[in-house]
């Protein structure tokens, strides 16, 4: 159960970070819970499996609203806006990637 409740808590976490009006206060404590929660995940391949799956989504994320960007205007009110969600989504890309190697790392060097 905790295992479930890990994984639902880190997609809201997600989801909550995908936004583009987070202050940065509160997108510290939500990348410090995120990274409580993918903590409680463990060492076990599936659970890595899990993370990469993530990974996976957020830099599909990122190529879907670079296009995005690139097709508006430049200057325009709409690129602009879209450029800030890029580099939030870009941010929690390269943090949840970082998260994936980290747990690479533990999942390759256990003596399980």
Do not use: W
Not at 55 to 83: I, K, M, N, W, Y
Request: glycine residues 2%; hydrophobic residues 35%; contains cysteine.
């Amino acid at each position: 159960m905790n295992e479930y409740t890990a994984r639902a808590n880190i997609d809201h976490y997600l989801d909550l970070l995908k936004r583009p009006d987070v202050p940065t206060n509160t997108r510290s404590m939500l990348n410090k819970r995120l990274l409580e929660e993918e903590d409680k995940l463990g060492r076990r391949r599936e659970q890595l499996e899990f993370a990469e799956s993530r990974a996976a989504t957020c830099r599909d994320r990122v190529d879907r609203q670079r296009r995005l960007s690139d097709s508006f205007a430049p200057g325009s009110a709409d690129r602009e806006q879209a450029e800030r969600l890029l580099v939030n989504f870009e941010a929690l890309a390269q943090f949840v990637e970082g998260f994936c190697r980290q747990m690479r790392h533990t999942v390759n060097h256990s003596p399980l």
